[in-house]
């Protein structure tokens, strides 16, 4: 830990002086043939890269919408300058979100407008060379593709949509990451991210079983490839095995217990993890996606239900039906898929669930939104559900609930410092200093209101928190699920009965 | 010759305006990417857009500096635009007729809140990191368009009657002469002169975002992809 340079945390978040170059040195490792090969992209540098990334680069702007007019009509009014994480917390100016779509504008405008090809100098257009591309390496790969910056441009310029057709065309010329492609691979091998192989799946199903009988009392049933159950249970498959995560997974058990419905998770789509969204690739995401569709035909289920993940429910909730549908052969009268929060947030409204707020006594809890689920997705019938349905369910299982400034949360929520395939020990130093924001506004509400209890619905944020926060002298176990909380409150017992 | 010329400049506003357009209406969405919370019918996706068209909204919660300068630039362009119907009309419609001591105000605020967003992309750090020569360019392009309006307005007045003229003869496809008699014709020419070089970049400059606006997905779109099954164009499989 030493070894990080951990910032002070200050009272309030400073917007800083800019100190160029800060980032400069920090790019990830580079993928290798092994796993750049399974995914259809060159096994290295190809020859003749910068002729096949310009093409590619043209291609795409056939394809994206988003890609043409962002290109186009940034006004570079600066107001997304000062709106990531990555820049608050390291101050390079790459990091401000107009000058990293820039890496990638000044290429645009170079080949593909007649002011760059005329007069670069002018309006900042730049060759596709080696430089240029170093530099896409290393700031396409300090973008958590978290969408603040969006939020605040007058024209919902959204970098992330930049950064991934950057590492789109990265990949295509041979320039993969290899922390993003190593695992797009194992998820087409394996069925998860984490490689888990169903005998070790199985085994921590039935370990956790036990554990649940054993604390409660009670026959709770986490159940693998059961044909004909009405629900698949698809979480993110750090739930199996890391902590805090796990704790989440009890929690959906019990609830799934408590409401009387049978489920299933799958061992052939254990991941409700995409991380064919992080490299930017439809082909990928959509491979990817393809699987639980698949899985939720063949187990005969009738919904489909996500863990607590938060691109996974972007992916799920925004891309499902485009990469998948149609849904016709799941139930028509539930939401496909379904948010666990929603899910359980349900059932609580049916009076299906009981629950103990005292259980939660111990924890005086605030909540931080994902990027992906704030900014880009949706519970519920209505806009805002994603920040109104898990509060909720918090409101319902704690008696202290807090909130964090309210300039970082909701919609203006600041990256966990993990995301958009970040999550690698070699970004550490990005990692650490991209939550600073984050942590100013928890350290704020830890001091004034004694705050302890960190609520996520993400996999990644729970990763990354639990490394993160310690460095700044927060303890991890303040980081936790929504689902641990109603893991702890809820009372399993008599059933109400709802269907 | 110079009619030539103003219509080469009109036809290259119009046609390559109407071409990026073009382009961003076809070119295809693949997924659905509104920034959310969005609204979740067309009609509210309407509202939105028209927030921010007419607002600024997003920019609004992101910059009130910004916001402040931007808006009294915009909004005074919008007036000065609509009061310049008189020289182009002819009967001018009774409505524009009381256009006048607006239009000299928004004239004013209008060079004024470009001279705001020319300090502000100078003074903050952030905003000059980001700015290419173009972008200064422009803004001092729009304030030589200003200022020679103003002195024209203020200090030496072109004959108002021969430029009606010269103006509606350009619109009903006559011939097109520019007056050469005083101080205040050459501004006048210097004037149009800028306009019809604005109009010329327009097309290929960031000034496109005033047609984008209405292309941007993640402002355009319905957040309704469960509900409404959204396909993706070039999707093989479909
Ligand atoms: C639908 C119409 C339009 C809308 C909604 C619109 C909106 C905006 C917004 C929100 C900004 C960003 C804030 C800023 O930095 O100023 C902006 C910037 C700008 N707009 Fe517009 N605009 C429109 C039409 C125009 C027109 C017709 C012109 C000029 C002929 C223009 C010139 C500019 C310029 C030069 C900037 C950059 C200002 C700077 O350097 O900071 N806009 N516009
Ligand atoms: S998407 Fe997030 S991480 Fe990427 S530039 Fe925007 S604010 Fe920064
Ligand atoms: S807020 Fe939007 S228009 Fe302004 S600089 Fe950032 S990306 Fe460009």
């Given at each position: 830990m030493a070894d990080y340079d951990v910032p002070e945390i200050p009272e309030d978040i400073e917007t800083p002086s800019l100190e160029p170059g800060t980032m400069g040195h920090l790019a990830p490792y580079p993928s290798v043939e092994k796993h750049m090969k399974p995914l259809g992209f060159p096994a290295a540098k190809v020859d003749n890269w910068q002729e096949e990334g310009i093409e590619k680069l043209g291609s795409m702007l056939e394809k994206y919408k988003s890609l043409q007019v962002f290109l186009d009509i940034c006004v570079k009014c600066g107001a997304c300058a000062d709106k990531c994480h990555y820049y608050l917390g390291t101050k390079d100016p790459n990091n401000m979100p107009v000058a990293r779509a820039d890496l990638l504008r000044q290429v645009y405008r170079r080949y593909y407008t007649a002011a760059g090809k005329f007069a670069p100098g002018l309006v900042g257009a730049k060759d596709f060379d080696q430089e240029t591309l170093d530099k896409w390496f290393t700031y396409y790969h300090q973008c958590s593709q978290c969408r603040r910056c969006s939020v605040f441009c007058p024209y919902g310029i959204d970098t992330a949509e930049i950064t991934m057709a950057a590492r789109e065309i990265m990949d295509a010329i041979g320039?993969?990451?290899k922390y993003t492609t190593e695992i797009v691979a194992k998820v087409h091998e394996v069925g998860n991210n984490l490689g888990i192989p169903k005998p070790a799946l199985k085994g921590t199903l039935e370990f956790l079983e036990e554990d649940i009988l054993e604390t409660t009392g009670h026959d709770v049933r986490l159940p693998l490839d059961v044909e004909g159950a009405d629900v698949l249970l698809v979480p993110p498959s750090a739930d199996f095995f890391s902590e805090p995560h796990i704790m989440s997974l009890m929690g959906y058990a019990k609830v799934f217990h408590q409401a009387g419905i049978s489920y299933t998770i799958s061992s052939v789509a254990s991941e409700a993890a995409n991380f064919g969204m992080f490299i930017g690739s439809f082909e990928q995401k959509q491979k990817i996606a393809k699987r639980i569709a698949e899985q939720a035909q063949d187990l005969k289920v009738k919904r489909l239900v996500v863990g607590e993940c938060g691109h996974a429910w972007r992916v799920a909730y925004s891309f499902w039906n485009t990469l998948n549908g149609p849904f016709d052969y799941l139930d028509p009268r539930y939401p496909a898929p379904q948010h666990i929060c929603e899910f359980t947030h349900d059932l609580y409204q049916q009076g299906a669930l009981t629950f103990d707020k005292e259980a939660n006594d111990e924890y005086t809890v605030t909540m931080h939104d994902s990027c992906n689920v704030a900014r880009a997705s949706r519970m519920g019938?209505?806009?805002g559900g994603q920040f109104e349905i898990p509060r909720a369910l918090i409101r319902a299982t704690c008696n202290k609930y807090v909130e964090m400034d309210p300039e970082t949360i909701r919609e203006k929520t600041f990256c966990c410092g993990g995301g958009g395939g970040l999550l690698t020990d070699e970004l550490m130093d990005l990692r650490i200093k991209g939550a600073l924001p984050r942590v100013t506004a928890l350290k704020r509400v830890m001091d004034?209101?004694?705050?302890n209890f960190l609520a996520l619905i993400c996999a990644i944020c729970k990763a990354q928190f639990t490394k993160v926060l310690p460095m700044y002298g927060i303890p991890m176990d303040t980081v936790g699920g929504v689902h641990q909380l109603v893991s702890n409150a809820i009372q399993l017992g008599a059933k109400k009965g709802i269907i | 010759m110079l009619t030539l010329l103003a219509y080469a400049v009109l036809g290259i506003f119009f046609i390559g305006f109407g071409r990026r357009l073009w382009i961003y209406s076809q070119a295809p969405a693949p997924l659905l990417i509104p920034t959310?919370?969005?609204?979740?019918t067309r009609l509210g996706v309407m509202g939105r857009l028209f927030r921010e068209v007419v607002f600024f909204e997003s920019l609004f919660k992101g910059d009130k500096l910004a916001w402040i300068a931007s808006y009294l630039f915009h909004g005074a362009l919008a007036v000065v635009l609509i009061r310049h119907i008189r020289y182009f009309v002819d009967p001018l419609p009774a409505l524009f007729a009381h256009f006048q001591i607006f239009g000299i105000l928004a004239g004013l605020a209008m060079v004024g809140g470009l001279g705001l967003l020319f300090l502000r992309r100078l003074v903050i750090d952030r905003v000059r990191y980001i700015s290419s020569p173009s972008d200064y360019l422009v803004l001092l392009l729009l304030i030589g368009i200003g200022v020679t309006g103003l002195a024209m307005t203020f200090l030496f007045r072109p004959d108002i009657v021969t430029i009606k003229e010269v103006m509606t003869n350009l619109f009903s496809f006559s011939s097109l002469s520019l007056p050469l008699f005083s101080f205040g014709d050459a501004l006048f020419i210097l004037h149009l002169s800028l306009v019809g070089l604005l109009l010329v970049i327009f097309p290929f400059s960031k000034l496109m975002h005033m047609g984008g606006i209405f292309f941007s997905p993640t402002r355009n779109q319905v957040d309704n992809p469960r509900e409404v099954r959204h396909v993706n164009p070039w999707d093989g499989q479909k």
């Amino acid at each position: 830990m030493a070894d990080y340079d951990v910032p002070e945390i200050p009272e309030d978040i400073e917007t800083p002086s800019l100190e160029p170059g800060t980032m400069g040195h920090l790019a990830p490792y580079p993928s290798v043939e092994k796993h750049m090969k399974p995914l259809g992209f060159p096994a290295a540098k190809v020859d003749n890269w910068q002729e096949e990334g310009i093409e590619k680069l043209g291609s795409m702007l056939e394809k994206y919408k988003s890609l043409q007019v962002f290109l186009d009509i940034c006004v570079k009014c600066g107001a997304c300058a000062d709106k990531c994480h990555y820049y608050l917390g390291t101050k390079d100016p790459n990091n401000m979100p107009v000058a990293r779509a820039d890496l990638l504008r000044q290429v645009y405008r170079r080949y593909y407008t007649a002011a760059g090809k005329f007069a670069p100098g002018l309006v900042g257009a730049k060759d596709f060379d080696q430089e240029t591309l170093d530099k896409w390496f290393t700031y396409y790969h300090q973008c958590s593709q978290c969408r603040r910056c969006s939020v605040f441009c007058p024209y919902g310029i959204d970098t992330a949509e930049i950064t991934m057709a950057a590492r789109e065309i990265m990949d295509a010329i041979g320039v993969g990451h290899k922390y993003t492609t190593e695992i797009v691979a194992k998820v087409h091998e394996v069925g998860n991210n984490l490689g888990i192989p169903k005998p070790a799946l199985k085994g921590t199903l039935e370990f956790l079983e036990e554990d649940i009988l054993e604390t409660t009392g009670h026959d709770v049933r986490l159940p693998l490839d059961v044909e004909g159950a009405d629900v698949l249970l698809v979480p993110p498959s750090a739930d199996f095995f890391s902590e805090p995560h796990i704790m989440s997974l009890m929690g959906y058990a019990k609830v799934f217990h408590q409401a009387g419905i049978s489920y299933t998770i799958s061992s052939v789509a254990s991941e409700a993890a995409n991380f064919g969204m992080f490299i930017g690739s439809f082909e990928q995401k959509q491979k990817i996606a393809k699987r639980i569709a698949e899985q939720a035909q063949d187990l005969k289920v009738k919904r489909l239900v996500v863990g607590e993940c938060g691109h996974a429910w972007r992916v799920a909730y925004s891309f499902w039906n485009t990469l998948n549908g149609p849904f016709d052969y799941l139930d028509p009268r539930y939401p496909a898929p379904q948010h666990i929060c929603e899910f359980t947030h349900d059932l609580y409204q049916q009076g299906a669930l009981t629950f103990d707020k005292e259980a939660n006594d111990e924890y005086t809890v605030t909540m931080h939104d994902s990027c992906n689920v704030a900014r880009a997705s949706r519970m519920g019938p209505n806009p805002g559900g994603q920040f109104e349905i898990p509060r909720a369910l918090i409101r319902a299982t704690c008696n202290k609930y807090v909130e964090m400034d309210p300039e970082t949360i909701r919609e203006k929520t600041f990256c966990c410092g993990g995301g958009g395939g970040l999550l690698t020990d070699e970004l550490m130093d990005l990692r650490i200093k991209g939550a600073l924001p984050r942590v100013t506004a928890l350290k704020r509400v830890m001091d004034q209101d004694g705050v302890n209890f960190l609520a996520l619905i993400c996999a990644i944020c729970k990763a990354q928190f639990t490394k993160v926060l310690p460095m700044y002298g927060i303890p991890m176990d303040t980081v936790g699920g929504v689902h641990q909380l109603v893991s702890n409150a809820i009372q399993l017992g008599a059933k109400k009965g709802i269907i | 010759m110079l009619t030539l010329l103003a219509y080469a400049v009109l036809g290259i506003f119009f046609i390559g305006f109407g071409r990026r357009l073009w382009i961003y209406s076809q070119a295809p969405a693949p997924l659905l990417i509104p920034t959310t919370p969005a609204p979740v019918t067309r009609l509210g996706v309407m509202g939105r857009l028209f927030r921010e068209v007419v607002f600024f909204e997003s920019l609004f919660k992101g910059d009130k500096l910004a916001w402040i300068a931007s808006y009294l630039f915009h909004g005074a362009l919008a007036v000065v635009l609509i009061r310049h119907i008189r020289y182009f009309v002819d009967p001018l419609p009774a409505l524009f007729a009381h256009f006048q001591i607006f239009g000299i105000l928004a004239g004013l605020a209008m060079v004024g809140g470009l001279g705001l967003l020319f300090l502000r992309r100078l003074v903050i750090d952030r905003v000059r990191y980001i700015s290419s020569p173009s972008d200064y360019l422009v803004l001092l392009l729009l304030i030589g368009i200003g200022v020679t309006g103003l002195a024209m307005t203020f200090l030496f007045r072109p004959d108002i009657v021969t430029i009606k003229e010269v103006m509606t003869n350009l619109f009903s496809f006559s011939s097109l002469s520019l007056p050469l008699f005083s101080f205040g014709d050459a501004l006048f020419i210097l004037h149009l002169s800028l306009v019809g070089l604005l109009l010329v970049i327009f097309p290929f400059s960031k000034l496109m975002h005033m047609g984008g606006i209405f292309f941007s997905p993640t402002r355009n779109q319905v957040d309704n992809p469960r509900e409404v099954r959204h396909v993706n164009p070039w999707d093989g499989q479909k």
